[in-house]
């Protein structure tokens, strides 16, 4: 391969893995908010995210809404939906053992996938066309209208996020409570009402994710979220699970390295490397990328 | 004291309940003295639910018909449907329900070769012959490991060989292609199987693969592999895969300027297929299949409006050749005089000449059915007619 097909095939793939990556990383943020405040892997929220393509689904078929209406529609009710699972499934076992939410995860997880299977029917389920199909060629690299979009309302949720978690009195009690949850309960703080909102922001960018997808892809299935939900989870560890940043330099990472070894290497290897990164991180700097070794408190 | 004779009582009741099972069962074997029972193990739900969904309905109008010109000796049929959810692991499930629950005559096999595997097992050990209206890997009648054929699996369809060939044939010949690119499902051996054939005659036609690149079902970003191949300016690219995948593939490919014809075999065929790739998209692309509505020959016709009259919509080749694998069973059963698998079996593997709706077919000494292929071209969305390969 000479240097300048080479070049462009780079950049090419480059393209594509960030906008693979966006997706991981709004998914995986919601992955490390849970975890940041509660300590726990919400293995529901990869369904979360399924039910958000749902939501958008229906909106924009049956409900004949436009894009941007869909799309908070979508984030809203995967914000109840997240919430109600917190407060039924997850804050009955709040003084129980880790282990114990874990498998309630599992549960609610499978509850949502099979739940959703018997509600809409597992046949996929295809978008109207929701944007145009452009398509612009930059220099031999081709980017389409959609993957704009997606990249533009990623990066803005993101910004978003960051001001809430950063400037708002929510987002302080947040970090509070991720800090210290007794401390921080003992300075006033509603840690409940607290943790629900963690779960509503959280849920709402994996419905996002779960609309963007779903336009993006043109298909939609009760069980889209289980990949994409294991890929985002690696993602929130490779860049440090519980904080925030990392989870968008993880996804982004991620899809990237996943576009590169499929377009260099094999795409067959592709899963392959994506959880080998897991098992890396896992064994070299458990904490992440972006994470700092700091002692578990006894 | 008491204890034993609540065992007492515990034990009388489960002896009655298993009387009552055993009568029960030597009651359903015999059958219903006026139904004969199908059984038919298909892909109701899952990712090929509408491959199942039309085999069901194909097999339906099958027995309706022939229930209404009186049956077969002298009696009714009855189908039982069992849902294997798309899933091989699922398939032997419900093959070991039909065979032993139910107590069929005989069975509609799945739609996928690797769901037809799965279970060909608990045909073989219960005696009861299963006939895939579409399986095509050659693995599915002849055992891989020990080289023999499975008496008791059929197919109503060709094997992936011709298939592969014949799409190998097509390229070089109305194509003019000298380079192709296979991107396969590596999670298909019937994906797997096309690949090797189409490459095998591809390359005997002085032809060159220049890429061959993998994807498992479930996958939805296609891009990255894409990019890889449109790097290599392949003159065809051969998708045998199923329709949810192809369509994403056929889809991301147009959006990254790869213009060039797309190649598959039956597993496109599904209305899904241009509801997720977009009609202009699969503009240029074409596949191999059992039949096609729009074949003008008298037994195509007939049978699509009878279809047509009943669910209100074109059959598709799934349809069709569970349509035929039920008539196949039917006529082997006349043959036989006979409600008894072995029997039907035997009756069944002599099938000759047999005048289908997706044409003449032979069973050949691997019980595979030999007979011609169409070549569909999606136009704007619709299967259009290309050609008809002979075997």
């Known amino acids: 391969m000479d240097f300048a097909s080479f070049a462009s095939q780079f950049v090419q793939q480059l393209v594509n893995g960030v906008s693979l990556g966006s997706i991981y990383a709004l998914i995986a943020l919601g992955y490390t908010m849970v975890y940041g405040i509660i300590r726990l892997i919400n293995f529901a929220h990869g369904d979360i995210y399924m039910l958000g393509a749902y939501v958008g689904f229906y909106a924009t078929t049956m409900g004949k809404l436009p894009f941007l209406p869909a799309l908070i529609i979508a984030m809203v009710v995967a914000a109840i939906v997240g919430v109600v699972i917190e407060r039924l499934a997850y804050r ?207 | 004291m008491k204890l034993r004779q609540w065992k007492k009582i515990a034990s009388l009741v489960i002896a009655s309940v298993m009387a009552t099972a055993v009568l029960a069962g030597c009651g359903s074997q015999q059958g219903g003295t006026d139904t004969i029972r199908l059984g038919a193990n298909l892909e109701m739900t899952g990712g090929n639910a509408t491959f199942g969904g039309s085999a069901a309905n194909g097999a339906k109008l099958a027995i309706k018909e022939v229930n209404s010109k009186g049956g077969v000796l002298g009696k009714q049929l009855s189908l039982v449907i069992a849902d294997n959810r798309s899933e091989a692991s699922e398939a032997a499930n419900a093959m070991q329900k039909l065979a032993t629950q139910d107590k069929v005559s005989a069975i509609i096999a799945p739609i996928a070769s690797s769901s037809v595997m799965a279970g060909a097992q608990v045909n073989q050990d219960n005696k009861i012959l299963a006939i895939s209206p579409t399986a095509s890997n050659p693995k599915v009648t002849v055992d891989p490991a020990t080289g023999k054929v499975r008496d008791f699996i059929f197919r109503a369809a060709f094997i992936d060989p011709f298939q592969g060939s014949v799409m190998a044939n097509f390229a070089t010949k109305s194509l003019n292609a000298k380079t192709a690119a296979l991107y396969i499902d590596n999670s298909s051996d019937y994906a797997k199987g096309l690949g090797q054939f189409f490459k095998e005659t591809f390359v005997k036609n002085g032809g060159v693969i220049v890429s061959e690149e993998g994807y498992l079902q479930k996958d939805t970003d296609f891009k990255a592999t894409l990019t890889k191949i449109k790097s290599k300016n392949p003159d065809v690219i051969f998708a045998p895969g199923y329709y949810q995948e192809v369509g994403m593939i056929i889809k991301q490919s147009r959006e990254l300027g790869i213009m060039v014809p797309f190649l598959g075999g039956d597993g496109w065929d599904s209305a899904k297929l241009p509801e997720i790739a977009g009609a202009q998209a699969l503009n240029n692309s074409f596949f191999s299949n059992h039949y096609s509505p729009d074949d003008n020959s008298a037994a195509v016709k007939n049978f699509v409006d009878a279809y047509k009259k009943e669910y209100g919509q074109t059959p598709d080749a799934f349809a069709a050749l569970s349509y035929d694998a039920t008539m196949m069973i039917v006529e082997a059963m006349k043959r036989a005089n006979s409600a008894d698998p072995v029997k039907i079996k035997d009756e069944l593997a002599k099938t000759k000449d047999y005048a289908a709706v997706s044409g003449q077919i032979t069973l050949n000494a691997t019980h595979d059915a030999v007979k011609s292929a169409v070549i569909v071209e999606m136009k704007d969305g619709k299967q259009t007619f290309r050609e008809k390969v002979n075997p």
């Open chain 1, 92 to 298: 009955p076992l709040r003084n129980h053992p880790k282990i114990a939410v874990l498998i309630t995860a599992i549960g609610v997880s499978l509850l949502l996938e099979y739940g959703g299977m018997l509600l809409v029917s597992p046949q996929p389920r295809t978008f109207p066309p929701v944007f145009g199909n452009e398509i612009y060629n930059v220099a031999g690299i081709i980017v389409n209208l959609q993957q704009i979009i997606i990249l533009v309302i990623s990066v803005a949720l993101m910004i978003i996020l960051t001001y809430v978690v950063n400037r708002t009195k929510v987002g302080k009690a947040m970090r509070a409570v991720s800090f210290d949850t007794d401390a921080a309960k003992l300075m006033g703080i509603d840690v409940d009402r607290i943790i629900s909102y963690t779960f509503a922001i959280g849920s709402g960018l994996a419905a996002a994710a779960g609309v963007l997808v779903g336009i993006y892809y043109n298909s939609i299935d009760p069980l889209m979220g289980i990949m994409p939900g294991l890929k985002a989870f690696v993602a929130a560890v490779l860049g440090g699970i519980g904080i925030i940043p990392g989870a968008m330099l993880g996804g982004v990472l991620l899809g990237v390295v996943e576009s590169m070894v499929s377009g260099f290497i094999s795409s067959t290897f592709r899963d392959a490397a994506a959880f080998g990164i897991l098992i890396i991180i896992l064994l070299f700097k458990p904490s992440g990328l972006l994470g700092k070794n700091v002692r578990e408190k006894v």
